[in-house]
């Protein structure tokens, strides 16, 4: 993983919100299953927890990201759904919503996202999110998942973060053509063969634009489709790495996934337009 420094704001938000919450002993204890570097600092638990984050995120390195989701674990997966009980009230439930909202707007303002299990990942644009809140709203669980796996490995595992970027889109030209009944799921069902079959329903054919500008982009479209199942065949997790594997980095990963999610959103955004 690539070396990470946080950004102060985010920072000082998680000390805040671990030093409320927290003895001086249950703090401690986070710390060291976070695997933070040295010992306690001295002072008053705000202090405590302030200079423990700014070592991990000055002597760190790529752990920082790593060590720092371990830190937060316990706030962002807190249960807060569930109805007040005699062990938590309802005020304390709000003050849990609180702190997990709290971090989440720090975390996206550093262009950070939390995934379970501990993980912080960069890397959400603009697309990503675009694409997040339209696959909710369909309610198509295998995008949902491919998109949480990219995200996730993006950093930890380009490889992996490619196949997913490739999985999603394969797995939303399979749900379009299972939801329109005059489309024939091709014999072949691999990304490309999927692709023509949706591409040609929505109309996605570049020949039969007027403007040049938007013949361009469509034509590019079609041309990066092809280029992520040739990426994910020769050098993602998918499949065997050859005699030459591909020297994935995570800007590798994230050049798939970005371009992934702008075509994902767009044909979801296409097919709305053309349900309406």
């Given at each position: 993983?690539e070396?990470?420094?946080?950004?102060?704001?985010?920072?000082?938000?998680?000390?805040?919100?671990?030093?409320?919450?927290?003895?001086?002993?249950?703090?401690?204890?986070l710390f060291?299953?976070?695997?933070?570097?040295?010992?306690?600092?001295?002072?008053?638990?705000?202090?405590?927890?302030?200079?423990?984050?700014?070592?991990?995120?000055?002597?760190?390195?790529?752990?920082?990201?790593?060590?720092?989701?371990?830190?937060?674990?316990?706030?962002?997966?807190?249960?807060?759904?569930?109805?007040?009980?005699?062990?938590?009230?309802?005020?304390?439930?709000?003050?849990?919503?609180?702190?997990?909202?709290?971090?989440?707007?720090?975390?996206?303002?550093?262009?950070?996202?939390?995934?379970?299990?501990?993980?912080?990942?960069?890397?959400?644009?603009?697309?990503?999110?675009?694409?997040?809140?339209?696959?909710?709203?369909?309610?198509?669980?295998?995008?949902?998942?491919?998109?949480?796996?990219?995200?996730?490995?993006?950093?930890?595992?380009?490889?992996?973060?490619?196949?997913?970027?490739?999985?999603?889109?394969?797995?939303?030209?399979?749900?379009?053509?299972?939801?329109?009944?005059?489309?024939?799921?091709?014999?072949?069902q691999?990304?490309?063969?999927?692709?023509?079959?949706?591409?040609?329903d929505?109309?996605?054919?570049?020949?039969?634009?007027?403007?040049?500008?938007?013949?361009?982009?469509?034509?590019?479209?079609?041309?990066?489709?092809?280029?992520?199942?040739?990426?994910?065949t020769?050098?993602?997790?998918?499949?065997?790495?050859?005699?030459?594997?591909?020297?994935?980095?995570?800007?590798?990963?994230?050049?798939?996934?970005?371009?992934?999610?702008?075509?994902?959103?767009?044909?979801?955004?296409?097919?709305?337009?053309?349900?309406?």
């Amino acid at each position: 993983m690539e070396n990470y420094t946080v950004p102060s704001y985010v920072i000082s938000t998680i000390a805040e919100t671990v030093s409320e919450n927290e003895t001086h002993a249950s703090l401690d204890s986070l710390f060291m299953y976070a695997e933070a570097p040295g010992e306690p600092p001295e002072g008053s638990k705000a202090v405590k927890a302030l200079e423990w984050l700014r070592r991990i995120n000055k002597v760190s390195g790529s752990e920082t990201l790593t060590i720092i989701g371990r830190i937060i674990e316990k706030y962002m997966e807190t249960d807060v759904e569930t109805a007040p009980t005699f062990w938590r009230s309802e005020e304390m439930i709000e003050k849990e919503k609180a702190n997990i909202e709290k971090i989440r707007k720090a975390l996206e303002r550093a262009g950070l996202s939390y995934s379970t299990g501990g993980i912080i990942s960069k890397g959400e644009g603009l697309a990503t999110k675009t694409l997040s809140e339209l696959i909710k709203k369909k309610n198509i669980q295998a995008i949902d998942q491919e998109f949480e796996r990219a995200i996730k490995n993006v950093q930890l595992s380009p490889r992996e973060a490619v196949s997913a970027a490739c999985n999603i889109l394969e797995s939303l030209f399979k749900v379009y053509i299972e939801e329109h009944n005059h489309l024939q799921m091709p014999a072949k069902q691999d990304l490309q063969s999927v692709w023509k079959v949706v591409k040609t329903d929505l109309g996605l054919d570049a020949s039969k634009l007027e403007e040049r500008d938007l013949q361009e982009i469509v034509s590019g479209i079609m041309a990066t489709v092809n280029g992520i199942g040739a990426l994910r065949t020769h050098a993602s997790a998918a499949h065997g790495a050859g005699k030459k594997p591909y020297k994935l980095k995570p800007r590798h990963a994230k050049l798939a996934i970005h371009a992934a999610h702008t075509i994902a959103a767009f044909v979801l955004e296409t097919w709305n337009e053309k349900k309406a």
